[in-house]
């Protein structure tokens, strides 16, 4: 039970702030000509992957709270340091996306998101075969060694499941 309360409580913090900043933000992101800057994804056209691939999104919105932030940098770290050999092959990639913004939002469907998460895509030749939202990342986030256990865990599971 106090596991439960604590995600709920984490993204209820992370939804409020990011209600707060919706309605008080009015500011746009600029170019430095002052044309308004367009959102780009990081990840690359499908198309052009062949074979086996994992991709770990971190989909965040356009606030960042202190505990959305540390679930990304500990994501991240946990991912390109337990992976380093497979991220150098090109098996694995760790992408931070705004899934708030043009052309990312597609990602809130696709996924059926409710709040920032991990999710990691198993890719085969560019086309998506299987998925999984890792929520445990909320109610793991303040304990860095078992963050780091589920995290490295379920992408070893996925990993295996590329033969």
Known sequence: MR???AWVTAAAACLLGTAVWAMASKQKTVT???SAAKPVSTEKPAAADKGWKLVAYYLHGTYRCPTCLSIEKQSKEDIEGDFAKEIKAGKVVFLSLNYEESPNTHFGDDYKLTTRSL???L???GK???WRN???IWTRVHNPP???EYVVGEVTAMLKEMN
């Open 123 to 125: 890719r085969r030749d």
């Open 119 to 121: 999710v990691l895509s």
């Open 3 to 5: 596991m439960r309360t």
């Open 146 to 148: 078992s963050f780091r």
């Open 128 to 130: 998506e075969v299987k």
């Open 32 to 34: 430095a000509d002052g």
């Open 134 to 136: 890792l929520p445990e």
